[in-house]
């Protein structure tokens, strides 16, 4: 499996990795993490925004999404000596192509791993399809969601209906 090959190495000039204290990623995570919480605050910087998402999540659950990392993963807090909140390695590709090159330890691990099995990195003719608001041929349906809770989900079942009848 993927996530049983990513082989993540220090940066230049850290003399540990995974295999050593392991500072130096669990401080890269906690960058990204940081980065990911301050830009989503930033996007939602309208008193009205932040009313839709209290009102959508609740007072304590806005506060969560607004404090989380990469992919809502939990470690916007300082690093520490507790477990790196990795979460999906998906997640990790997308915050390498989010920030700029060698910003993303994590992130460009999977993309080399993932090259390595040749995967083109660069997408595919139609592949902005899925997400370019502009584009006006065919759409594909979006993947169904694994997580257990979404699955359970009325509200998630009605919004993607919802999406496939305002779609057409």
């Known amino acids: 499996a993927l996530n049983e090959r990513v082989n993540i190495s220090p940066l230049p000039g850290e003399e540990k990795g995974l295999n050593g204290d392991g500072k130096w990623l669990r401080e890269a ?25 209290q009102n959508k999540l609740g007072e304590e659950g806005s506060l969560f999404f607004l404090d989380s990392g990469v992919a809502g993963a939990t470690g916007s807090q300082p690093p520490s000596n507790s477990a790196i909140d990795v979460k999906c390695l998906h997640a990790w590709l997308a915050d390498m192509l989010f920030r700029k090159a060698g910003a993303s330890a994590v992130g460009e691990e999977v993309a080399w791993e993932l090259q390595q099995r040749g995967v083109d ?17 065919d759409r594909p349906n979006p993947p169904a969601p694994r997580n257990r809770q979404r699955l359970r989900s009325g509200k998630e079942v009605a919004r993607r209906k919802r999406r496939r009848r305002d779609d057409r």
Not at 29 to 53: G, I, N, T, Y
Request: charged share 30%; proline share 5%.
């Open 121 to 137: 990195l660069t997408g595919t003719p139609t592949c902005r399809s899925a997400c370019d608001p502009d584009w006006d041929g």
């Open 29 to 53: 995570v906690s960058e990204a993490h940081q980065v990911h919480a301050r830009v989503r605050r930033e996007m939602l910087s309208s008193d009205e925004d932040v009313a839709f998402l």
